[in-house]
């Protein structure tokens, strides 16, 4: 059984949500701020065990505050009742294998990010009215994504052939002479933090599309940060990503070693290796507003993402093919009218 946790309000027992402006958690009702160890020095509401369906149907937990039952799917660990608006966080969701090692906190609140998508959208101008209605900026949510996170120190080595030329004109003759140098270069080369999304039902665009964090921001986990925003759990692991990362990381040192050779007219590489030491994967959840639409007729999902932590924009934008229609007109018609003048005048 999971547990569903609510953190309370020592003073008044209303919900606690973490404000990103200001890095505490904050009581709507009494107005009353804690930091991060006055929280967790308090209380939060002892937790209840949830009613679980298993097999991928959805999963019913009964809210602390209210009594209600929340509904979510497999992988949510924090959201909100329904009913009394309270966030919850189901603890069992993230604990054991699944327990996040980091977490980056928001670092801006919803009314930037709105700001930020009112800004983005006045530079848009084909898209549908109802992509920027109030009622669907009221919907852009905080979610802290799952990402598996691949560090390693690289070990390489590169030994080439470099040749240097020098030309020269004497008479009416021109010469050419090649020097070519055995080069090596060795280098250890330390890797932080490579990310990957790992939540299946999430668009890799969406969520890779806000990249990069500053991960040496990052904190160790705590669950208080979760609450007020929604967070998903990962549901893929470390062994669907290595071999990509690791070529990645590879090709990376490979180039880097490569491009260090300068100052010859042409390098051939020999012979290169690349060891990765220390490998190490951990987990992290990192915070993004998003704001999806779906456009029922076409069965397309569009969304807009911001970096909750750096206001870096991602988006995949509907056209309004009307707009689009109007704006030919608007161009071509007087250049076809006046065609049509000039050839009756001529």
């Excluded at 928001?106 to 930037?112: D, S, T």
């Excluded at 002479?177 to 270069?185: F, I, K, M």
């Excluded at 160790?220 to 929604?230: N, R």
């Amino acid at each position: 059984m999971s547990e569903i946790i609510s953190y309370k309000c020592p003073n008044c027992g209303g919900p606690l949500i973490f404000d990103p402006k200001k890095q505490k958690y904050a009581c709507e009702y009494c107005l009353s701020e804690f930091n991060q160890k006055e929280t967790e020095s308090g209380e939060p509401q002892e937790p209840e065990a949830g009613k679980k369906k298993e097999g991928g149907e959805p999963v019913l937990y009964t809210c602390p505050s209210c009594g209600a039952e929340i509904v979510t799917d497999e992988t949510t660990a924090a959201t909100f009742c329904y009913y009394c608006h309270n966030p919850v966080i189901l603890s069992g969701r993230l604990s054991g294998e699944f327990h996040p090692d980091y977490v980056i906190p928001f670092a801006m609140e919803k009314k930037r990010a709105v700001e930020i998508f009112e800004q983005w959208m006045k530079k848009k101008r084909f898209v549908p009215k109802a992509f920027y209605s109030e009622d669907q900026i009221e919907k852009i949510s905080g979610v802290y994504f799952p990402y598996m996170l691949y560090s390693c120190r690289a070990e390489g080595s590169l030994d080439a052939k470099a040749d240097r030329l020098r030309v020269w004109v004497s008479g009416d003759r021109r010469y050419t002479e090649t020097q070519t140098y055995d080069v090596r270069r060795e280098g250890t080369m330390p890797v932080k933090f490579v990310p990957r999304n790992a939540l299946k039902k999430s668009n890799r665009e969406l969520v890779e599309g806000v990249l990069p964090f500053e991960t040496e921001k990052m904190k160790p986990f705590t669950m208080g940060f979760l609450s007020g925003f929604v967070a998903e759990r990962r549901d893929m692991g470390e062994q669907e990503f290595s071999e990509e990362v690791k070529s990645e990381v590879r090709h990376f040192a490979e180039e880097s070693l490569k491009s260090s050779i300068t100052s010859y007219d042409s390098v051939r590489v020999q012979n290169q290796t690349v060891h990765l030491e220390e490998e190490k994967w951990e987990y992290a959840l990192l915070p993004v507003w998003t704001l999806t639409y779906h456009d029922g007729a076409k069965d397309q999902m569009y969304y807009f993402t911001v970096n909750g932590q750096t206001g870096k924009v991602c988006g995949k934008l509907p056209v309004d093919r009307n707009k689009l229609m109007l704006l030919f007109l608007e161009i071509f018609l007087p250049v076809f009218f006046a065609m049509l003048i000039v050839g009756y005048l001529i």
